[in-house]
């Protein structure tokens, strides 16, 4: 018999395969455009109606009855299976609800916000996070989160920062893909798997002045170059739905915005999924002046293609008159329901809409705890250990103080909407249990954040009574997240006076911070000989700081966004341009100034008088109880054709007698462009494990199409000419540095 080649069994297989998806996606085009015929334009308004639990469960399901509802968001789980049913079983068509909630960090089990997420540096962290929580919420009926927040934001004030990956497009593109990946899996027909929702679209993150909903002004190129990318990068990877950003962007609010929905979203990304406003931010366009009235609105974002209204229902009330002017056509509706129906379908909504009560509950189930832990640990960011007073000895007696070292509620962060405070695990907590060899004293000397107490006697007198004073200090929740913006970020209340009284008992202080965002801790610095960062934790932080504090984990975190000296610096972000006039590197302090000193003697350049150029700890920054050594970076060309890749390669050394996790990270620089670029922009990361005294080759493969960007003319394409490379520990690390050519 003659032998099938392998080249032709995979060339069947892969046929095959394609077969499978298009006849897939016929069988769901037909199923939908067969259901879509049989509904009236009421059911259509239905579907494309989203409201939230505001009634009784009686009421509710008299509206679903009526089909007047596509989708319920944050409902008790309790009741989604009475309510499941009266859409399945009592409605006209039987078109089940799709159920959202805000599922941003965990579910019941919650992982550090997902700014700590990122500062892991480990894609597989955001991923575990999200397959955790999406196998909590299934399980519940809620089949759809309102994640990833894939905003970048450089404003430290903003409070929505602590939900989003940093100030970075590269590292917010690769961990919120990792994190559709995780809610999404393999199909979302999985009874562990939920839709995601890619939000907000677009460049919240950028309001002024770090104001929560405020105007942004960003304008077009740099939407494509440094906004847009993170989005772009998770509907590639399947994000099946998007939600719209509250703010107008240049006088444009997104939810109206043609150019977002239409232009970029469906006729160059191809997204087929759905798009839902966020809370009311279509009727607010009135608020923002650009719609007339709520009739306005519908016109406007039916146009603009909304396809979804979360809240403020100006669809089921004036679509219908607006058909009847000829404003928008029956096509307009249809396109929306069928992107609706589509993502019903995938989820297996129709086949299997209910909860199975009897499935035995994953909740806080040993490895979603153990994942949570893990996370806590690769999210925490060593930033000073002076002398290497950390870790700690087991025999060392510390005395536990400050006002979030027992804060259960507060550990878990913004958006943890269902998390149990009474399952945290907080850093007194884990003393009380699995650390219960440890001798210590606990005197918080601030009972919460915020706290105004200065009357520190007894937590001095117990860092007298121990070796090291362990203060813990930080953000309650509620002082970020949404609406939560700060025009101060220094350490609120009395905390910094807190640390300055126990500085003065000479007892070495490990100082561990437990917040939302990067604060300006710099005048807390002479009062700490270690500093330990750890953005909200969630419900393991306190078994991993311990991990951490006593060397049973070794830290590896790195900022993914620029710690500032001063919220006077803000923005302050470590890709930024070079400007006309960069500044030098010495900085003479003001006080230094020469009295009368002459108007151009301190130089002309790009810097503070009282903060210099520099921030407090870059992007990328992080260190570790190991002592990592970086040489022979090598490239496998100095001239790249602009269709060619090149290997960028270089020896990273464990030189300490420590195992631990370094990041190795690539940076370019476009030397010369159609238009100014950036002085640094990260092209790659690689978290490698290091034996003590283990070294180990780091390669990267960069291509030249990684170097493209939108020009002078608004092409996305890479342009021949200079470039520098680095491979480093952090963005500020010039020491392992090359150059190469695109021709
Ligand atoms: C909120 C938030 C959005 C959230 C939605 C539903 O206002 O802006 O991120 O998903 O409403 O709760």
Not at 5 to 25: D, Y
Not at 211 to 218: A, G, L
Not at 506 to 511: D, F
Not at 689 to 703: C, D, I, P, R, Y
Request: net charge neutral.
């Amino acid at each position: 018999m003659k032998r099938i080649s392998s080249i032709s069994i995979c060339l069947l297989f892969i046929a095959l395969s394609v077969f499978a998806q298009t006849k897939t996606s016929k069988d769901e085009e037909k199923f939908i455009n067969n259901l879509l015929r049989r509904m009236t334009l009421e059911e259509k308004l239905g579907q494309m109606n989203q409201t939230h639990f505001n009634t009784t469960v009686d009421s509710m399901c008299m509206k679903v009855r009526n089909s007047g509802l596509g989708s319920l968001l944050n409902i008790n789980p309790k009741f989604v299976n009475q309510i499941q049913r009266t859409a399945v079983e009592e409605s006209r068509l039987g078109i089940p609800l799709i159920i959202g909630r805000d599922v941003i960090h965990g579910y019941k089990t919650i992982f550090p916000i997902p700014l700590g997420q990122a500062a892991s540096f480990n894609p597989q962290v955001p991923e575990n996070g999200a397959r955790v929580a999406a196998t909590e919420s299934r399980q519940q009926g809620i089949t759809w989160t309102f994640a990833p927040m894939l905003d970048i934001s450089r404003d430290p004030r903003w409070g929505r920062i602590a939900e989003s990956l940093g100030e970075d497009p590269y590292l917010a593109g690769v961990m919120g893909t990792s994190m559709v990946r995780g809610f999404q899996g393999k199909s979302l027909k999985d009874n562990n798997a939920m839709a995601a929702c890619v939000k907000h679209f677009v460049g919240y993150g950028a309001a002024e002045g770090g104001r929560d909903y405020n105007s942004t002004n960003i304008p077009a190129r740099l939407l494509r170059n440094v906004y847009l990318p993170p989005f772009q990068k998770a509907i590639e990877a399947g994000a099946a739905t998007v939600m719209t950003s509250f703010n107008d962007n240049d006088g444009i609010p997104s939810s109206g915005s043609d150019f977002l929905l239409r232009t970029v979203l469906r006729n160059e990304w191809k997204f087929d999924g759905f798009v839902v406003s966020d809370w009311e931010s279509m009727s607010e366009m009135m608020k923002h002046g650009y719609a007339q009235d709520k009739k306005d609105v519908a016109h406007i974002s039916l146009k603009a293609g909304m396809d979804m209204e979360m809240v403020s229902e100006t669809y089921v009330d004036y679509i219908k008159e607006l058909m009847s002017e000829k404003k928008v056509s029956m096509k307009d509706v249809d396109n929306a329901v069928r992107n609706i129906l589509r993502i019903k379908y995938r989820l297996g909504l129709f086949e299997n809409p209910y909860i199975d009560e009897k499935a035995v509950s994953t909740i806080y189930a040993p490895e979603h705890l153990q994942k949570a832990r893990q996370a806590a640990v690769e999210s925490a960011v060593l930033l000073k250990n002076e002398k290497n007073i950390l870790p700690l000895k087991p025999t060392t007696k510390i005395a536990v103080i400050g006002p979030m070292a027992d804060a259960a509620h507060e550990q878990l962060g913004t958006w943890s909407f269902d998390g149990d405070k009474n399952k945290t695990v907080t850093p007194l907590k884990a003393l009380l249990t699995e650390y219960s060899n440890i001798s210590y004293v606990y005197e918080p000397g601030l009972t919460y954040s915020r706290d105004k107490n200065t009357n520190f006697e007894k937590a001095i007198a117990a860092a007298n009574s121990a070796d090291v004073a362990v203060v813990f200090v930080g953000e309650e929740a509620i002082l970020s997240g949404e609406a939560h913006s700060l025009s101060n970020i220094n350490l609120i209340g009395q905390q910094s006076e807190l640390l300055k009284a126990i500085k003065s008992t000479g007892k070495p202080i490990i100082m561990v911070v437990i917040a939302g965002r990067p604060l300006t801790i710099e005048r807390d610095l002479p009062n700490a000989d270690a500093v330990l960062y750890n953005f909200h934790p969630g419900t393991m932080g306190g078994l991993a700081i311990m991990d951490l504090l006593f060397g049973k984990e070794n830290p590896s975190g790195k900022l993914p966004l620029t710690f500032v000296r001063e919220v006077g610096q803000i923005p302050m972000y470590y890709n930024h341009n070079n400007t006309g006039r960069p500044a030098q590197e010495w900085m003479q302090p003001i006080d230094e100034i020469p009295l009368e000193a002459p108007q151009t003697s301190l130089g002309n350049t790009s810097f503070y008088l009282d903060s210099g150029k520099n921030p407090l700890y870059p992007f990328g920054f992080g260190l570790s109880y190991s002592k990592f050594e970086y040489a022979n970076l090598q490239l496998s060309t100095t001239e790249m054709a602009i269709t060619g890749s090149l290997i960028a390669k270089a020896t990273i050394k464990n030189a300490s007698d420590v195992d631990g996790y370094e990041v190795v990270q690539l940076y370019v620089r476009d030397l010369v462009g159609s238009i100014a670029r950036p002085v640094k922009e990260l092209k790659g990361f690689q978290k490698i494990f290091l034996k003590a005294g283990e070294s180990k080759t780091v390669e990267f493969n960069l291509k030249a199409s990684e170097l493209a960007f939108y020009g002078r003319d608004m092409v996305k394409k890479t342009e021949p000419g200079e470039f520098k490379i680095w491979i480093a520990r952090n963005s500020a690390d010039n020491g392992l540095e090359s150059n190469f050519i695109v021709k």
